[in-house]
């Protein structure tokens, strides 16, 4: 830990230790700080990133969905323990600048999500509605000790997610 005399942003100024790497991968690299809806930010970083390496790129599908499910495991990794120092570090329980489980889960909604804009779109609205709304058993999730149920929740909105917009490809 070091102490930094700028806390940053959402970070109470009684806080004047910060654990660099964990603020740098719970807010993304800072998109956490953005306003308004910080955890659609991260959304949309997580749907921008995937469209750099679908569209981009031009992965194949096996190959994208390789690149997604080790984001994926590298934010669980990193992300669980750093939502936790961030969570303790600012003294709240979830704090809405911490947005590494908004790309964790939005990653999860992509997972073999066909390469087009139609398509990450339908899995980024599908997201943030599961994510905001929280249904069975998405907010019981939420009990998870610390970083655990930062993280955990909204992996759950975006398996919802993905299965819906599975369905919806599917009959549509």
Do not use: N
């Amino acid at each position: 830990m070091t102490t930094d005399p700028s806390v940053p942003p959402g970070v109470p100024a009684h806080t004047q230790q910060t654990t660099k790497w964990a603020f740098a991968v719970a807010t993304f690299f800072e998109i956490g700080y953005l306003k308004p809806g910080p955890g659609t930010w991260g959304s949309v970083a997580a749907v921008l990133l995937w469209a750099a390496a679908a569209l981009g790129l031009h992965l194949p599908p096996r190959e994208l969905l390789l690149v997604l499910s080790a984001g994926i495991a590298l934010a669980l990794v990193f992300g669980i323990p750093a939502a936790t120092i961030a969570a303790r570090e600012s003294g709240r329980e979830d704090p809405s600048f911490v947005v590494i489980d908004e790309v964790a889960g939005q990653w999860v909604a992509l997972l073999g999500c066909p390469a087009g804009w139609p398509y990450a779109l339908i899995a980024l609205v599908l997201f943030r509605i599961f994510d905001i709304t929280k249904p069975f058993p998405v907010r019981q999730l939420e009990s998870l000790p610390e970083g655990w149920g930062i993280v955990f929740d909204d992996l759950a909105a975006g398996l919802y997610a993905l299965v819906v917009a599975s369905l919806i490809r599917i009959w549509f």
